[in-house]
């Protein structure tokens, strides 16, 4: 199994639509993030949290929230989806040794 | 203050060449620079690392090189090959506890190796 696992890995849903994003993982760190790429503009980061009682926003939170509810557990969730929330989305978890990242949910919003 | 700003945003090198990419940063208090490598389809994964107490970090034929004066770090890559062909990240964080800290990335460069 992989170490930080993404749910769904594709998904395209309709504007104004909520949606949820799901990531899991066994690396047994306390810290985990979500990022977003977009093509030119690198990974920004949407939201942190550094354990189950600490949330952060990142640089690009509006539109987004998450939900912490398990150490091994972070999602992420657009309440009312947007065309230009369309990207994909990594979740990743650090520790001693750097960033493990997800493989990733491709969202299309149309 | 918080940006790492990342060049080229692609590169094309033939097989035995050297890639060469940059990023600049801004804040000071930034002390740990990693490279990420991404392929198709796949998360960044961590390439190599550098602390800004030394100049040079080499692992095999990935090198880091950092200049804390002039606030910029290169990642080179000697005797390119095709595999190496993927999307690299640099980033930059504040380590606290010893762990990583939210990381900040550049905009990423898309290396092509030609064989």
């Known amino acids: 199994d992989a170490d930080v696992t993404q749910t769904p890995r594709n998904r395209i849903t309709k504007t104004g639509k909520r949606i949820m994003l799901e990531c899991s993982q066994t690396k047994g760190h306390d810290r985990m993030y979500w990022y977003r790429q977009d093509p030119g503009l690198g990974l920004r980061l949407i939201y942190y949290?550094?354990?189950?009682?600490?949330?952060n926003k990142g640089e690009i939170s509006d539109g987004y929230s998450v939900s912490r509810q398990a150490q091994a557990k972070f999602s992420l969730s657009l309440e009312s989806a947007i065309p230009n929330q369309t990207a994909l989305y990594f979740c990743a978890t650090s520790g001693w040794g750097g960033y493990t990242f997800g493989s990733g949910t491709r969202l299309t919003v149309v | 203050q918080q940006q790492v700003k990342q060049s080229p945003q692609s590169l094309i090198v033939q097989k035995g060449g050297i890639s060469i990419i940059n990023c600049a940063y801004e804040n000071t208090a930034f002390d740990y620079f990693p490279w990420y490598q991404q392929f198709p389809g796949k998360g960044p994964a961590l390439l190599i690392a550098?602390?800004?107490?030394?100049s040079e970090k080499k692992e095999g034929r990935f090198t880091i090189s950092f200049n804390k004066s002039a606030k910029q770090f290169s990642l080179h890559i000697m005797d390119s090959q095709p595999g190496d062909s993927a999307t690299y990240f640099c980033a930059a964080s504040i380590r606290s506890g010893g762990a990583t800290n939210k990381l900040i990335f550049g905009t990423g460069t898309l290396l092509a190796v030609q064989p």
């Open positions: 949290s550094f354990d189950v009682k600490d949330i």
């Open positions: 550098i602390r800004p107490d030394v």
